[in-house]
């Protein structure tokens, strides 16, 4: 693995020219690895053969505002979203034309998941609303939706692979867990306050009302500790959402990043590893002077009360990254394998092993939180670097950048 990886190098047709179309926000191939998406910042997407990297079609004017975030739900339906409020669905044999337009959201929509078990549609946004969208009942107008939750701050929001839990990030620097997850069952709220954990001696929780129809949410302050447990020594928990029912419930954490333990950060990018074994995070601090990537670890079970002492994660690894390109959020992915962690680096990209053997997380997990390896740095853009994407199929990476290039990687011996 080590070798494969580090043969990667810029493929011959290294440059799709998208650069008349504003900078690249997201990429993401179709599960079959026959199609490269882009969502471009002036309102297109555009579809490449990652083989060939012949321009397949450019979808012109496919959002009234910029393209953020592309999600496949099968090999040829996808959907992509935008900051006109907008979701669009699209149809690969048929791209003159939009399946439908989804209306729900109030501000920009930055994140779409599939939950391939129930066949909806998750979408969130910065009014801070997750909607859930049955496509199983879609039309040319449609398709029914409901607020499934809402949190201030909301940046991201992700999906296990098995679909059992949804991790949302905020720029506050908190990250939600709701463990049990059925997107079937409404919350009945309107709103989760977020609380600020506090480090403090107080053994007293602080309990607070979401609404008035709501669940109530009992918040416990954080205990300063200096305990050797990685759980207590790399994250805090804050909350959990406490209910009869156990599906849904709600776990609110404050993960600590290295460098950042005065100082409050904002969670940019979220992903999960394809096993499910671990989430992904790029933080970078609320002053704007230093950004990481750090690796969480999913520990057996998810804690049954709020007095619990274990969270539910632990940072096992983590890496300080270039800072550059302040104000866009940088989009990060694990391997299809989850062995490694392809990272926006300058004007680059860096990738990232858990040891040099390119080893899986589960055979090589620290006792105490260590540095990622730089298994390989790529730099083929003459611009800040935004978002990178392994494709599902081939041992191919895509990276795009702020003046609209896109770049392909490959090994090459």
């Known amino acids: 693995m080590t070798n494969l990886y580090g043969s990667i190098h810029p493929a011959d047709s290294v440059y799709l020219s998208t650069r008349t179309h504003g900078a690249v926000f997201n990429l993401e191939y179709s599960p079959d690895g026959s199609v490269l998406t882009v969502a471009c910042e002036q309102t297109e997407v555009l579809l490449f053969d ?41 149809d690969l044999r048929k791209l003159n034309s939009k399946v439908c337009t989804l209306h729900g959201h109030t501000s920009w929509v930055k994140n ?7 066949r909806l549609l998750v979408t969130s946004g910065f009014d801070g609303n997750v909607i859930i969208w049955d496509t ?8 029914p939706h409901k607020k499934f939750f809402h949190t201030r701050f909301l940046m991201r929001m992700r999906l296990t692979p098995d679909c059992s839990k949804m991790l ?3 720029s506050s620097g908190y990250l939600l867990i709701l463990h049990d997850l059925d997107l079937t069952k409404s919350l009945e709220v309107g709103s989760y306050p977020i609380l600020r954990a506090r480090r403090t001696t107080s053994s007293s929780d602080l309990t607070t009302s979401s609404s008035s129809s709501g669940p109530r949410v009992s918040v416990s302050p954080c205990h300063h500790s200096d305990s050797n447990s990685p759980s207590e020594k790399h994250m805090s928990r804050a909350s959990q959402r406490e209910g009869v029912s156990p599906r849904n419930s709600l776990e609110v954490l404050t993960p600590e990043v ?55 994660l632990r940072l096992t690894h ?44 589960v055979d090589c997990l620290p006792k105490e939180a260590s540095p990622l390896r730089v298994i390989r740095s790529l730099y083929s853009h003459n611009d800040v670097v935004l978002t990178t994407k392994f494709s599902p199929t081939h041992c191919q ?13 490959q090994p090459k011996f």
């Open 112 to 118: 779409i998941e599939y939950d391939t078990n129930t």
């Open 136 to 143: 199983n009942r879609c039309t040319e107008d449609g398709c």
């Open 397 to 409: 990476i895509a990276s795009g950048c702020l003046s609209g290039r896109v770049s392909l990687y």
């Open 318 to 361: 983590y890496i300080e990254e270039a800072n550059v390109g302040r104000g866009y959020i940088k989009e990060l992915c694990f391997s299809p394998d989850g062995r490694m962690i392809s990272s926006p680096h300058g004007y680059g990209i860096r990738l990232l092993g858990f040891d040099k053997h390119c080893n899986e997380l």
């Open 50 to 90: 990652p083989i060939s990297s012949k321009h397949i079609k450019t979808l012109t004017e496919a959002h009234e505002d910029c393209v953020n975030n592309i999600r496949f739900l099968d090999n040829r339906l996808f959907a992509t979203c935008s900051d006109d409020t907008t979701i669009a669905l699209w």
């Open 258 to 312: 290295p460098g950042e333990r005065d100082r409050g950060n904002c969670i940019t990018s979220l992903q999960l590893h394809p096993k499910g074994w671990a989430t992904l995070l790029r933080c970078s601090s609320n002053t704007d002077d230093q950004e990481w990537t750090c690796v969480y670890e999913f520990q057996e079970g998810a804690p049954v009360r709020p007095v619990s002492p274990r969270c539910s």
């Open 168 to 170: 949302i990030s905020t």
